[in-house]
């Protein structure tokens, strides 16, 4: 995926896309507890917003923000927007990925923080699998190199990365990756075939720790050895049948709202495979490119509650 990073005359913007883990493996665990994974993990056309602009002196009432969140001691502002940026407003902005990402960069740099409003568009559900604080702490990174027009080492990137969270380096790529070690090991994949995908998430959050807690085992497989090409999209689904995520046994347990939504999903013709991504509770459909609209309206039409959305990949 190209990303999306734009001048504009309000400012400059990053696009944060999701990350989902198309298959997930749990292969051990470190001496400090974290786990060791084998991961697919791609990026689909669905995410987050991050803008800064000048700061404003004055704002109008028409153009006051949905939320604001300021961090006083170091002058970055961020305001949360979008269907989830009020659940993000409960926390401390100091604490918000994105803030402690732009810190951590302009300290690497020896730069001050820019004086810029920062501007979070949250269309990601938190705590859903689909690492959307750790896309915004990418995009974040991003941005901040783009606005202090200083660059670190990829490699000191990469570490400063893995500090704020296991899934930000590979949202620092934004890249179809296979992902291992913590999060930290990274390597292309073969190119993928274009593909739809839906993803949904039944409006609980999960916490990352407890199903790490909760697994039976942490000793599986790795994935199965990559070939150089997929032939086609039948080629790739035959591969993901192979895989699997060690994560979804724990996490149905603990939220049976996935096995419903992973059984939605598998009831639509147009479904390829489905599975849930990361510790969840997001869950994802692949279909062939086109279908996948298709598949959000009809499941938005028999589910109301639940968070759906579509787009493309490749
Ligand atoms: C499970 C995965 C799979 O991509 O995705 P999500 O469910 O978060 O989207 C990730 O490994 C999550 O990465 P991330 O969400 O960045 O994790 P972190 O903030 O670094 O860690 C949160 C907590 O999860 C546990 N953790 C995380 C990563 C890892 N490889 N082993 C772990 O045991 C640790 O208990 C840690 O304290
Ligand atoms: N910008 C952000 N977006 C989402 N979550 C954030 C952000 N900043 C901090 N967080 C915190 O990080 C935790 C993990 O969020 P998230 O990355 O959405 O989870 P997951 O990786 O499971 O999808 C949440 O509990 C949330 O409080």
């Given at each position: 995926?190209?990303?999306?990073?734009?001048?504009?005359?309000?400012?400059?913007?990053?696009?944060?896309?999701a990350?989902v883990?198309?298959?997930?493996?749990?292969?051990?665990?470190?001496?400090?507890?974290?786990?060791?994974?084998?991961?697919?993990?791609?990026?689909p056309r669905i995410g987050?917003?991050?803008?800064?602009?000048?700061?404003?002196?004055?704002?109008?009432?028409?153009?006051?923000?949905?939320?604001?969140?300021?961090?006083?001691?170091?002058?970055?502002?961020?305001?949360?927007?979008?269907?989830?940026?009020?659940?993000?407003?409960?926390?401390?902005?100091?604490?918000?990925?994105?803030?402690?990402?732009?810190?951590?960069?302009?300290?690497?740099?020896?730069?001050?923080?820019?004086?810029?409003?920062?501007?979070?568009?949250?269309n990601?559900?938190?705590?859903?699998?689909?690492?959307?604080?750790?896309?915004?702490?990418?995009?974040?990174?991003?941005?901040?190199?783009?606005?202090?027009?200083?660059?670190?080492?990829?490699?000191?990137?990469?570490?400063?990365?893995?500090?704020?969270?296991?899934?930000?380096?590979?949202?620092?790529?934004?890249?179809?990756?296979?992902?291992?070690?913590?999060?930290?090991?990274?390597?292309?994949?073969?190119?993928?075939?274009a593909m739809g995908m839906v993803l949904i998430?039944?409006?609980?959050?999960?916490?990352?720790?407890?199903?790490?807690?909760?697994?039976?085992?942490?000793?599986?497989?790795?994935?199965?050895?990559?070939?150089?090409?997929?032939?086609?999209l039948?080629?790739?689904?035959?591969?993901?049948?192979?895989?699997?995520?060690?994560?979804?046994?724990?996490?149905?347990?603990?939220?049976?709202?996935?096995?419903?939504?992973?059984?939605a999903l598998?009831?639509q013709p147009q479904t390829l495979l489905a599975?849930?991504?990361?510790?969840?509770?997001?869950c994802f459909a692949l279909t062939r490119p086109g279908t996948e609209t298709t598949l959000a309206t009809d499941l938005r039409q028999a589910h109301p509650?639940w968070w759906i959305t579509s787009g493309l990949l490749g």
């Amino acid at each position: 995926m190209t990303l999306d990073t734009t001048e504009t005359t309000s400012g400059a913007e990053e696009f944060a896309p999701a990350k989902v883990n198309l298959a997930l493996h749990i292969t051990g665990q470190r001496a400090d507890g974290y786990h060791l994974l084998d991961s697919l993990v791609v990026f689909p056309r669905i995410g987050d917003r991050l803008t800064a602009s000048k700061h404003q002196t004055a704002v109008s009432p028409m153009d006051q923000p949905s939320a604001t969140a300021t961090d006083a001691r170091k002058a970055l502002h961020l305001t949360l927007e979008g269907p989830f940026g009020s659940e993000l407003q409960q926390t401390d902005s100091a604490d918000n990925l994105v803030i402690r990402a732009f810190q951590a960069y302009c300290t690497a740099v020896s730069c001050n923080l820019p004086d810029v409003c920062l501007r979070l568009q949250k269309n990601l559900p938190v705590a859903s699998g689909i690492g959307g604080g750790s896309a915004d702490a990418a995009a974040a990174l991003r941005l901040a190199a783009r606005l202090t027009g200083r660059s670190l080492p990829s490699r000191d990137l990469q570490k400063m990365a893995l500090t704020l969270g296991a899934d930000v380096p590979v949202c620092l790529t934004a890249t179809p990756m296979r992902m291992s070690g913590i999060g930290e090991i990274l390597s292309l994949l073969p190119p993928l075939p274009a593909m739809g995908m839906v993803l949904i998430n039944p409006g609980v959050g999960v916490s990352t720790p407890a199903i790490f807690k909760a697994l039976d085992r942490r000793d599986n497989p790795p994935l199965p050895k990559l070939p150089p090409r997929f032939a086609d999209l039948d080629g790739l689904m035959a591969y993901l049948q192979q895989t699997r995520n060690d994560m979804q046994e724990a996490a149905e347990q603990l939220c049976p709202a996935i096995a419903d939504v992973v059984a939605a999903l598998n009831a639509q013709p147009q479904t390829l495979l489905a599975r849930m991504s990361g510790s969840g509770a997001t869950c994802f459909a692949l279909t062939r490119p086109g279908t996948e609209t298709t598949l959000a309206t009809d499941l938005r039409q028999a589910h109301p509650s639940w968070w759906i959305t579509s787009g493309l990949l490749g």
